[in-house]
């Protein structure tokens, strides 16, 4: 689950971690109140779960609170658009005012679950600002990463090593350290699954701050983080896959035109290559799960339909837990309550795979059999 | 033969009075798999499926001799399941449970090692081996076919779809190993890829990768070291939109190695037939064992 910069920041405050003074605003009029109360000048950020805000227009250096306001005027309630959003965007509901902070060094820092080495890993670099992947691929001598064992957790030595690594100031040195120590606190405390500090910003005043602050939170682990769950804005995601998370499918909504519907992720993935390499474009990816009952099938099917790209469906089980009468019985509810107007392929085979053919044939829909995985891409690829 | 479990497996479930637990164990036990206990912390005493339920794994073990377990513990506490049967020193632990906060299997995996238990998953399908009849796991059973080529995978149903494959062709499995979907897991590729090596009943192997980290690359090393037998590869994923399923930070570390092209590339350098199609492991095998 993403979080927005500002709550991102409130919880780096509540864990320690320094961050610019800075309040959240929903209209001009308290944009304008709030530079006012941090003494005019300040910085106006849109609160938007997409990377490249600077670039689209969504942030800004006010010089007043009448600036301030007259800029949150063209933002709120409009769309805002970046290289990450697509060409719909993303609504802005809310912004961030901050005080300027003047910029001595701009660093980068992170930690991230990193599966080769099974530990929650610092990644730090004197590379600051800049897009990460960037530097990693260009200058990896310039990222340093360390593991934190899980057993002995954060110790100091620890955050001596990230700040010379960082090479800096040793007066800093203690400060620094506690820094990173909070953010790990930070990470393990809300089951993050990353926490990026960019830039990581050494003030001509002397503070380490958090200029910017991203968190990812382990939707796994959200069962015992309510109040952090409270925290989703299902604004700024795509209104099918809120359906779809409501549903409890796993449920992604891409450009192509087959939507297919799979039980298992692999599988679900798999089936997509294959409509690839037919010559089609999936439309979505969609895995129903292991265990799905009737009313999940039914409920997924009914998100893949509601997809207007949809031009042709292909429906791939294997059954194993899911058994695929099951999923018979809840393709054949969708269809009866919605009615489908595109060819519909579908290929079983497992657990009660006959079964599932034979309620599918005698159902009255419109369904084309297929055999095995190629002969089902190939005919709904071909379908028309 | 086979590798980590076969005849002298003597299998307990841990959740097993749960739906899944008791549906899976009952389907281990009829495929051949020598159920011996269950446990439920609270319903110790009981009888399920004909076998004494035990509070804890380390009354089951003394009063059943239990030394492999398969869990069925719901996320929330599923973690501590796998370390209370570490704790007990089981050979052999086969996690299905999807969906445990990853924090929590860093902690679990850090205390495995140095230890003698492997686990497998989680969020995983588990192992089968057809030629010794033995099952953890919840894999569909008859789909399978006692034979050489061991079969390692990061996912559940396709790994279905790749033995089926095979099965059809009567190419039969050694063993089949799902190590599951989990960034954090107790086994990688490589664990299983040695063991298959050393195996002698195993000639060939299929290898079923996904986008995301580089566990893939990680096999590649490996198998340009130390594999000689013929393994045929298959990565799912390629269509698959960038940075949806990883976060940003995460993408990082692995940089362009999460990518579908880079793993085929990374195997494909290491002597792996790679297929571009799922739909062609199975002929791919034929064609390798010299069946076609």
């Given at each position: 689950?993403?979080?927005?910069e500002y709550q991102?920041k409130?919880?780096f405050?509540?864990?320690g971690?320094?961050?610019?003074?800075g309040?959240?605003?929903?209209?001009p009029?308290?944009?304008?109140?709030k530079?006012?109360e941090?003494?005019?000048?300040g910085?106006?950020?849109?609160?938007?779960h997409?990377g490249?805000?600077?670039k689209a227009?969504g942030?800004?250096?006010?010089?007043?609170?009448?600036?301030?306001?007259?800029f949150a005027?063209?933002l709120?309630?409009k769309?805002?658009?970046t290289?990450q959003?697509?060409?719909?965007g993303?609504?802005v509901?809310?912004?961030?005012?901050e005080e300027?902070?003047?910029?001595q060094k701009e660093?980068?820092?992170?930690?991230v679950?990193?599966?080769?080495?099974?530990?929650?890993?610092?990644i730090?670099?004197?590379?600051?600002g800049?897009?990460?992947e960037e530097?990693a691929?260009k200058?990896?001598e310039?990222?340093?990463?360390l593991s934190?064992?899980p057993?002995?957790?954060?110790q100091?030595f620890?955050g001596r090593?990230?700040?010379?690594?960082?090479?800096?100031?040793p007066?800093?040195?203690?400060?620094?350290a506690a820094?990173?120590?909070?953010?790990?606190?930070l990470f393990?405390?809300?089951?993050?699954?990353?926490?990026?500090?960019n830039?990581?910003?050494i003030?001509?005043?002397?503070?380490?701050?958090?200029a910017?602050?991203?968190i990812?939170?382990?939707?796994?682990?959200?069962?015992?983080?309510k109040d952090?769950?409270?925290l989703?804005?299902?604004?700024q995601?795509d209104?099918l896959?809120?359906k779809?998370?409501e549903?409890?499918?796993?449920y992604?909504?891409?450009d192509g035109?087959v939507?297919?519907?799979v039980n298992?992720?692999?599988?679900a993935?798999?089936?997509m290559d294959l409509?690839?390499?037919?010559?089609?474009?999936?439309a979505?990816?969609?895995?129903?799960?292991?265990?799905?009952?009737?009313?999940?099938v039914k409920?997924?099917?009914?998100?893949?339909?509601s997809?207007?790209?949809?031009?042709?469906?292909l429906?791939?089980?294997?059954?194993?837990?899911?058994?695929?009468?099951?999923a018979a019985r809840g393709?054949?509810?969708?269809?009866?309550?919605k009615?489908?107007?595109?060819?519909?392929v579908?290929r079983?085979?497992?657990?009660n795979?006959?079964?599932g053919?034979k309620l599918l044939r005698?159902s009255g829909l419109?369904?084309?059999i297929?055999?095995?995985l190629?002969?089902?891409?190939?005919?709904a690829v071909r379908a028309? | 033969m086979?590798?980590l479990?076969g005849?002298n497996?003597r299998?307990l479930?841990?959740g097993?009075?749960?739906?899944?637990g008791?549906?899976?164990?009952e389907?281990?036990?009829?495929?051949g798999?020598?159920?011996v206990a269950g446990v439920?912390p609270?319903?110790?005493?009981?009888?399920h499926?004909?076998?004494?339920?035990f509070?804890?794994?380390g009354e089951a073990v003394?009063?059943?001799?239990a030394?492999?377990?398969?869990?069925?513990?719901?996320p929330?506490?599923?973690?501590?399941?796998i370390?209370?049967?570490a704790?007990?020193?089981l050979?052999?632990i086969?996690?299905?449970t999807?969906?445990?906060?990853?924090?929590d299997?860093?902690k679990?995996?850090r205390y495995l090692?140095?230890r003698t238990?492997?686990?497998?998953?989680p969020?995983?399908?588990?192992?089968?081996n057809?030629?010794?009849?033995?099952?953890?796991?919840?894999?569909?059973?008859?789909?399978?076919?006692?034979?050489?080529?061991?079969?390692?995978s990061?996912?559940g149903?396709?790994?279905?779809e790749?033995?089926?494959?095979l099965?059809?062709?009567?190419?039969?499995?050694?063993?089949c190993?799902g190590?599951?979907g989990?960034?954090?897991?107790g086994t990688?590729?490589?664990?299983v890829?040695?063991m298959f090596?050393?195996?002698?009943?195993?000639e060939a192997?299929?290898?079923i990768?996904e986008i995301g980290g580089?566990?893939?690359?990680?096999?590649a090393d490996?198998i340009k070291?130390?594999?000689?037998?013929?393994?045929?590869g298959?990565?799912?994923?390629g269509?698959?939109?960038?940075?949806?399923?990883?976060?940003?930070?995460g993408a990082i570390?692995?940089g362009?190695a999460?990518?579908?092209s880079?793993k085929?590339a990374?195997?494909k350098?290491?002597g792996?037939?790679m297929?571009?199609s799922p739909?062609?492991l199975g002929d791919?095998?034929a064609?390798v064992l010299?069946k076609k």
């Amino acid at each position: 689950m993403k979080l927005h910069e500002y709550q991102a920041k409130a919880l780096f405050a509540k864990y320690g971690v320094n961050v610019p003074k800075g309040s959240v605003a929903s209209t001009p009029a308290e944009v304008a109140a709030k530079l006012r109360e941090i003494g005019g000048k300040g910085v106006v950020k849109a609160q938007v779960h997409a990377g490249g805000r600077g670039k689209a227009g969504g942030v800004k250096v006010v010089k007043s609170p009448e600036e301030g306001e007259q800029f949150a005027k063209g933002l709120l309630g409009k769309r805002l658009v970046t290289h990450q959003t697509g060409p719909e965007g993303v609504p802005v509901d809310k912004l961030l005012v901050e005080e300027v902070i003047g910029i001595q060094k701009e660093l980068y820092a992170s930690i991230v679950v990193e599966p080769s080495m099974k530990t929650a890993v610092f990644i730090v670099s004197e590379a600051g600002g800049m897009d990460i992947e960037e530097v990693a691929a260009k200058s990896p001598e310039k990222i340093v990463r360390l593991s934190v064992d899980p057993i002995i957790g954060f110790q100091p030595f620890m955050g001596r090593k990230l700040a010379t690594g960082l090479n800096i100031d040793p007066a800093l040195m203690r400060p620094a350290a506690a820094f990173f120590e909070n953010l790990y606190k930070l990470f393990v405390a809300t089951d993050a699954s990353m926490a990026e500090v960019n830039p990581l910003v050494i003030t001509t005043d002397g503070r380490i701050l958090a200029a910017d602050a991203k968190i990812g939170l382990d939707d796994d682990a959200l069962f015992r983080h309510k109040d952090l769950a409270d925290l989703r804005d299902i604004g700024q995601e795509d209104a099918l896959d809120v359906k779809a998370s409501e549903a409890d499918v796993n449920y992604i909504r891409l450009d192509g035109d087959v939507g297919c519907m799979v039980n298992g992720a692999g599988l679900a993935m798999a089936t997509m290559d294959l409509i690839k390499l037919m010559g089609s474009q999936p439309a979505n990816f969609l895995d129903v799960g292991g265990g799905a009952s009737e009313d999940k099938v039914k409920a997924a099917f009914l998100i893949l339909l509601s997809d207007k790209k949809v031009k042709k469906v292909l429906v791939n089980i294997f059954g194993g837990i899911l058994r695929c009468d099951v999923a018979a019985r809840g393709i054949i509810g969708a269809v009866k309550e919605k009615g489908i107007n595109v060819p519909l392929v579908i290929r079983m085979r497992g657990t009660n795979a006959e079964e599932g053919l034979k309620l599918l044939r005698e159902s009255g829909l419109k369904v084309i059999i297929a055999n095995d995985l190629q002969e089902a891409a190939e005919k709904a690829v071909r379908a028309a | 033969m086979g590798i980590l479990i076969g005849k002298n497996t003597r299998l307990l479930v841990q959740g097993i009075t749960g739906n899944d637990g008791s549906f899976h164990a009952e389907k281990c036990r009829d495929y051949g798999t020598n159920l011996v206990a269950g446990v439920t912390p609270g319903k110790g005493g009981t009888t399920h499926l004909g076998v004494p339920v035990f509070n804890t794994i380390g009354e089951a073990v003394k009063k059943t001799g239990a030394n492999a377990s398969m869990i069925f513990v719901p996320p929330p506490f599923a973690a501590d399941a796998i370390l209370e049967a570490a704790d007990a020193d089981l050979e052999f632990i086969a996690c299905i449970t999807e969906g445990i906060p990853v924090l929590d299997m860093v902690k679990v995996v850090r205390y495995l090692q140095g230890r003698t238990t492997r686990l497998v998953g989680p969020n995983c399908p588990g192992v089968i081996n057809p030629g010794e009849k033995c099952k953890i796991g919840i894999m569909p059973g008859n789909i399978h076919m006692a034979g050489n080529v061991g079969v390692v995978s990061r996912s559940g149903t396709l790994t279905y779809e790749a033995v089926a494959q095979l099965t059809d062709r009567k190419i039969g499995q050694s063993t089949c190993v799902g190590i599951g979907g989990d960034p954090v897991s107790g086994t990688n590729f490589v664990d299983v890829l040695d063991m298959f090596n050393k195996d002698s009943a195993t000639e060939a192997i299929v290898m079923i990768g996904e986008i995301g980290g580089s566990k893939e690359q990680d096999a590649a090393d490996f198998i340009k070291k130390n594999v000689r037998k013929p393994i045929v590869g298959f990565i799912a994923g390629g269509s698959a939109p960038p940075g949806r399923r990883m976060g940003h930070a995460g993408a990082i570390i692995t940089g362009a190695a999460g990518t579908a092209s880079a793993k085929v590339a990374a195997l494909k350098a290491a002597g792996v037939t790679m297929v571009d199609s799922p739909a062609k492991l199975g002929d791919a095998m034929a064609k390798v064992l010299g069946k076609k």
